[in-house]
């Protein structure tokens, strides 16, 4: 079992940065793929970024290239950020963490674990 706490969220301008946390409890968290999801008001769920296990294959929605960057800390803090810089306001969104037991899970919706969200919202 993992339990996910994603922090990090808030309101700020466009241009802006943040970068979201999300804490795993558990021995095993460097053996999980990790994602990033996101979900606007009246939208589904849609992928933003993922990470292996390792942290040596990351993947990212083409709307995010260039601008967010996933990165894990297997070593010490069982974590997973994702910093998102150069925020507009269609970035706007619920920000979910997600676990795989794969060692990469990518954008498929087949994650194991998910987080309770932590908001985002990007002002004009």
């Known amino acids: 079992q993992v339990q996910l706490v994603e922090s990090g969220g808030g309101l700020v301008q466009a241009g802006d940065s943040l970068r979201l946390s999300c804490a795993a409890s558990?021995?095993?968290?460097?053996?999980?793929?990790m994602g990033w999801f996101r979900q606007a008001p009246g939208k589904e769920r849609e992928f933003v970024s993922a990470?292996?296990?390792?942290?040596?294959?990351?993947?990212y929605a083409d709307s995010v290239k260039g601008r967010f960057t996933i990165s894990r800390d297997n070593a010490k803090k069982n974590t997973v950020y994702l910093q998102m810089n150069s925020l507009k306001p269609e970035n706007t969104a619920v920000y979910y963490c997600?676990?795989?037991?794969?060692?990469?899970?990518?954008?498929?919706?087949?994650?194991?674990?998910w987080g309770q969200g932590t908001q985002v919202t990007v002002s004009s």
């Open positions: 558990g021995r095993t968290f460097s053996t999980y793929a």
């Open positions: 997600s676990a795989s037991r794969r060692q990469y899970e990518g954008s498929r919706y087949e994650y194991d674990y």
């Open positions: 990470i292996s296990w390792s942290g040596g294959r990351t993947g």
